[in-house]
T-cell receptor, first 113, second 118 residues
Framework: QQQVKQSPQSLIVQKGGISIINCAYE??????FPWYQQFPGKGPALLIA?????SEKKEGRFTISFNKSAKQFSLHIMDSQPGDSATYFC????????????FGEGTQLTVNP | EPEVTQTPSHQVTQMGQEVILRCVPI?????FYWYRQILGQKVEFLVS????????KSEIFDDQFSVERPDGSNFTLKIRSTKLEDSAMYFC????????????????FGSGTRLTVV
């Protein structure tokens, strides 16, 4: 119930392309869904987050799409750049899980120049 | 931009030894966390701390682990008798800016301490 499933495990995209990473959850009490970007040797950094009362949120080249009925959410990176190469984690938090974040397994994104 | 600071960045210790990992959360934050990430795996929750006490802990956080906020600024994680499987990156995080309550969901992570148990 607490799990967040993330796919794909790795993704290779050409510069300028669209990167899409998907996550699915089971716990309907989750009410906050952030995406984190992590570079090697660094901590996760918040990229963008969404609450379930909206279906989409866009910040620059990054968009979260949220499907409450399917219990799925995804990160879209438009015009992907080599500097976007990193590991991306989705996460979820809800009142019944206390204040902990439950993370997905991560996606290693490589953007080729 | 305010940061969560963790020290040391890398700690090597003998199995069975005690280690203390240190963190300085963002000063206005109210909630403090420790997470760990075994190499190549996902980030896992260990413990949350609020109002000077543990508010939640995971099944990973057994009696070998303890947390403390000794002086109102530092937040420490102690592992009493380290095991080989404790080798991981340990991340401290904080959230809940008391001056900006509408942004309470935003977690800020430190850069981590890489713990190697040999």
């Amino acid at each position: 119930q607490q799990q967040v499933k993330q796919s794909p495990q790795s993704l290779i995209v050409q510069k300028g392309g669209i990167s899409i990473i998907n996550c699915a959850y089971e716990n309907t009490a989750f009410d906050y869904f952030p995406w984190y970007q992590q570079f090697p040797g660094k901590g996760p950094a918040l990229l963008i987050a969404i609450r379930p009362d909206v279906s989409e949120k866009k910040e620059g080249r990054f968009t979260i799409s949220f499907n409450k009925s399917a219990k799925q959410f995804s990160l879209h990176i438009m015009d992907s750049q080599p500097g976007d190469s990193a590991t991306y984690f989705c996460a979820a938090r809800g009142e019944t899980s206390g204040s902990r974040l439950t993370f997905g397994e991560g996606t290693q994104l490589t953007v080729n120049p | 931009e305010p940061e969560v600071t963790q020290t040391p960045s890398h700690q090597v210790t003998q199995m069975g030894q005690e280690v203390i990992l240190r963190c300085v959360p963002i000063s206005n934050h109210l909630y403090f966390y420790w997470y760990r990430q075994i190499l190549g795996q996902k980030v896992e929750f260990l413990v949350s701390f609020y109002n000077n006490e543990i508010s939640e802990k995971s099944e990973i956080f057994d009696d070998q682990f303890s947390v403390e906020r000794p002086d109102g600024s530092n937040f420490t994680l102690k592992i009493r008798s380290t095991k080989l499987e404790d080798s991981a990156m340990y991340f401290c995080a904080s959230r809940g800016d008391k001056t900006r309550p509408k942004l309470n969901y935003g977690y800020t992570f430190g850069s981590g301490t890489r713990l190697t148990v040999v």
